[in-house]
């Protein structure tokens, strides 16, 4: 067989494995266990008092665009039991807090309480220590949880209620959905989808939600956390420097004997545009390195392993057919079929074309480039360059006490 017959026939046999022996990360059956559906039926006959109290926290910065998409959503969550909303205003410098209390005047619903925690302290990522300012204010409430949310997401009226109900129901310590991103512009069908579909390769849910799980992770716009385990697993001081948080919150979570469930949402959707291909691929960019640990033998490990898995069989395909290989256009071919039908689940689940499956080794190629991308970003100084701030990954000290900073206002109580 010639050398290209070899690689197509590599790339054949990693996606066998990839299909059979991955967790099927490719499946989209991962959802809120069934006890949160049952609970929200039989709602109705609880009373309050039934339901444990919760808190919601934001952090937010620069989020005027987005705010009034997602924040009415969470005021006007249907909880049977106290809960309120903390949105921390991490200096913006768009009138995100101004705003927030201003929908909340006009939407009503839950209680919101904006604050300000000041610039971080070194060693901080912004939005972690914007969660450690607000986590503070939220456990002097004594609620049982604390539901993390981005400034991007919008919840249906009853998905704080089924979060606490799966939490509860199935004794878990977190519970983390993946919102469902927009997908509205050519760029976002092209690689949103793309996105979660590597996330979960890279850690498959049936793995993490597993009784023995091989696999941690949590997505950060929507994650409901029992506050006594935040506690327990010293959070989020302990993963202060981190740029990838939620899988780093989900580890630690994890080692201090939390039990995690993360699924796809259905009623949980992120509200933030990326009508370009720069704003997707800065998205990408900010964390790819770091999650490759800034490490260049595993980012030139991960780039023969992209190549390998997804560029080979297309080439193969080709290549073999013109130049008569037919084993490598067989293998080749057969490799990227398989590699198109793990994706068509995750199409149906945006609502794609089975159609754009052919198209996953472009996409591939695209994530490769920004991969490289990030790393160049990260040795000039600007990685994990995010809404005018940088943080490469560096070393932590501890910041100021928990709490600290003065209410921006409070509405609703």
């Not at 067989?1 to 967790?23: P, R, T």
């Not at 249906?156 to 606490?164: F, I």
């Not at 991308?373 to 040795?379: E, P, Q």
């Not at 600290?404 to 109580?413: C, K």
């Given at each position: ?70 924040l ?13 909303v ?42 972690l ?26 919840h ?9 109900a ?24 092209l ?18 939600n ?19 385990t ?35 949402a ?37 780039v023969?392993?992209l ?29 990227w ?8 689940p ?57 709490g ?10």
């Open positions: 067989m010639s050398i290209l017959a070899w690689f197509a026939s590599a790339s054949l046999v990693v996606w066998v494995w990839l299909l059979l022996g991955q967790g099927f990360f490719w499946r989209t059956d991962q959802r809120l266990p069934r006890a949160a559906t049952r609970a929200c039926r039989s709602s109705a006959r609880g009373g309050p008092e039934e339901w444990p109290g919760v808190v919601v926290v934001v952090p937010a910065r620069d989020e005027a665009g987005v705010l009034p998409l997602s009415p959503s969470l005021l006007a969550q249907d909880y049977p039991g106290r809960a309120e903390i949105l921390v205003d991490d200096g913006s410098t768009d009138g995100t807090g101004r705003l927030a209390v201003d929908l909340a005047a006009r939407h009503g619903g839950l209680p919101l309480t904006v604050a300000s925690p000041g610039e971080p302290a070194p060693g901080w990522t912004g939005k220590w914007a969660l450690r300012h607000g986590m503070a204010l939220a456990r002097a409430r004594g609620p049982e949880f604390l539901l993390l949310t981005d400034a991007d997401i919008a249906e009226p009853d998905s704080l209620r089924r979060l606490v799966a939490a509860r129901g199935d004794d878990r310590d977190l519970v983390s959905q993946m919102a469902r991103l927009r997908v509205a512009g050519g760029w976002e069908r690689v949103v989808p793309a996105f979660v579909y590597f996330f979960a390769q890279l850690y498959p849910f049936r793995w993490i597993a009784d023995r799980p091989r696999a941690t992770a949590a997505a950060g716009g929507c994650v409901l956390l029992r506050t006594e935040a506690v327990a697993a010293g959070v989020p001081d302990a993963i202060r420097a981190a740029v990838i948080d939620d899988v780093a919150l989900a580890r630690a979570v994890r080692a201090a004997g939390g039990r995690i469930w993360l699924g796809l259905e009623r949980v959707d992120s509200v933030r545009p990326y009508p370009g291909l720069g704003e997707l691929w800065r998205m990408v960019a900010r964390s790819a390195y770091a999650q490759l640990r800034y490490d260049p033998l595993l980012l030139l490990g991960t023969a392993g190549a390998l898995v997804y560029l080979v069989p297309p080439i193969a395909l080709v290549a073999g057919a013109v130049a008569g290989d037919t084993p490598a256009a067989w293998a080749g071919g057969a490799a079929a398989v590699m198109a039908g793990t994706y068509l995750m199409l149906r689940y945006y609502g794609r074309s089975p159609w754009a499956a052919p198209l996953l080794p472009f996409t591939a190629f695209l994530y490769l480039l920004m991969t490289v991308d990030s790393a160049v970003r990260h040795y000039r100084g600007r990685g994990g360059a995010w809404k005018g701030r940088v943080h490469s990954g560096g070393g932590a000290s501890r910041g100021g006490a928990p600290d900073g003065e209410f921006a206002s409070r509405h609703g109580e």
